[in-house]
């Protein structure tokens, strides 16, 4: 199984930017497919994000499409997650989840997660 650490969040003011990062260790991310994932006070975990490794293909929720990004970096064994354009509704904590999948199927919310980081936490402030 594949361990992961979340890193990068922050305070942020609202229209700002970030990125998250999430290192893999124990096994290569190509073997995976990836997501993030976000976690608000009082509210359940909610998809923000995947892609499949392989083929390159991503997948965004509604709410994050046209102001986040989610890229991978072999040599670093790595995901990102570059948000531009951030809301206050974007506070959160942030997971990475890794996927054991070779052929993922279209969308990125219902894929086997086995793995997840313990998270990063995001703030943005009005």
């Known amino acids: 199984q594949v361990q992961l650490v979340e890193s990068g969040g922050g305070l942020v003011q609202a229209g700002g930017s970030l990125r998250v990062s999430c290192a893999a260790s124990?096994?290569?991310?190509?073997?995976?497919?990836m997501g993030w994932f976000r976690q608000a006070p009082g509210k359940e975990r909610e998809f923000v994000a995947a892609?499949?490794?392989?083929?390159?293909?991503?997948y965004y929720a509604d709410s994050v499409k046209g102001r986040f990004s989610i890229s991978t970096e072999s040599a670093k064994n790595a995901v990102y997650l570059q948000m531009n354009s951030l809301e206050p509704e974007d506070t959160a904590v942030y997971y990475c989840?890794?996927?054991?999948?070779?052929?993922?199927?279209?969308?990125?919310?219902?894929?086997?997660?086995?793995?997840w980081g313990q998270g990063t936490q995001v703030t943005v402030s009005s």
């Open positions: 892609i499949s490794w392989s083929g390159g293909y991503t």
């Open positions: 989840a890794a996927a054991h999948l070779d052929s993922p199927w279209y969308g990125g919310s219902s894929w086997p997660y086995e793995s």
């Open positions: 124990g096994r290569t991310l190509s073997d995976y497919a």
